[in-house]
């Protein structure tokens, strides 16, 4: 079955960088895309941006754009997603979610555990 | 940026009442919208697709419809498991943006 296993949490201090990964089992892993999203407490879905398994593509959120980084290892099958810069608002619950095609659109259905990133000094 | 406006922010219901969820699009999105679920600690859940699909294992008194600007989540019966924050999520543009949610709790 398809499982999505996040790195786990992480605190750092204001202007530091942290990378989380996200391993993917149960299926073939450059077969489907990768999007990541931000959940900062008590607040919305944030939509970060999208890597392109197979071949690296990525597509960031202008949000984030020049400050996020996201990469993959197809023989590790595992996606990353790098920031930098860090600020106290970029405390939050970081996801993975693997899309999965219904007639040619694309919806992430599986979703990795969450990766708290606390910012703080 | 699509900005997707959902309503209400909060919805009172009981058990066994039917609830409507709203999602509004600054621009068209065509059918490329989405309804998520996510409980109080857990990971988002994909419930519709496309608009107006259930996803795998949704149970059939959750439907969505509509098209373009307007769209609503539909909960025929509501069930105590079902009391919950929704989101709905367009992937017609970049970049790809989520409703600020409506929280559905129990009255």
């Known amino acids: 079955q398809v499982q999505l296993v996040q790195s786990g949490a992480e605190v750092r201090k204001p202007g530091a960088s942290v990378k989380v990964s996200c391993k993917a089992s149960?299926?073939?892993?450059?077969?489907?895309?990768f999007h990541w999203v931000r959940q900062a407490p008590g607040q919305r879905l944030e939509w970060m941006g999208w890597?392109?398994?197979?071949?690296?593509?990525?597509k960031y959120s202008q949000k984030f754009q020049g400050r996020v980084t996201f990469t993959r290892d197809t023989s590790a099958t595992a996606a990353y997603m790098e920031i930098n810069s860090l600020r106290s608002e970029d405390t939050a619950v970081f996801y993975c979610?693997?899309?999965?095609?219904?007639?040619?659109?694309?919806?992430?259905?599986?979703w990795g555990q969450g990766t708290l990133v606390t910012v703080t000094s | 940026e699509i900005v997707l406006t959902q309503s209400p922010a909060t919805l009172s219901l009981s058990p066994g009442e039917r609830a409507t969820l709203s999602c509004r699009a600054s621009?068209?999105?065509?059918?490329?919208l989405a309804w998520y679920q996510q409980k109080l600690g857990q990971v988002p859940r994909l419930l519709i697709y496309?608009?107006?699909n259930r996803a795998t294992d949704i149970p059939a008194r959750f439907s969505g419809s509509g098209s373009g600007t307007d769209f609503t989540l539909t909960i025929s019966s509501l069930e105590p498991e079902d009391f919950a924050v929704y989101y709905c999520?367009?992937?017609?543009?970049?970049?790809?943006?989520f409703g600020q949610g409506t929280k559905l709790e129990m009255k």
């Open positions: 890597i392109n398994t197979d071949n690296g593509d990525t």
């Open positions: 149960g299926y073939f892993f450059t077969d489907y895309n």
């Open positions: 999520h367009q992937r017609s543009n970049w970049p790809n943006t």
């Open positions: 496309t608009a107006s």
């Open positions: 621009q068209s999105v065509g059918n490329n």
């Open positions: 979610a693997r899309e999965t095609s219904y007639s040619g659109y694309y919806f992430a259905n599986y």
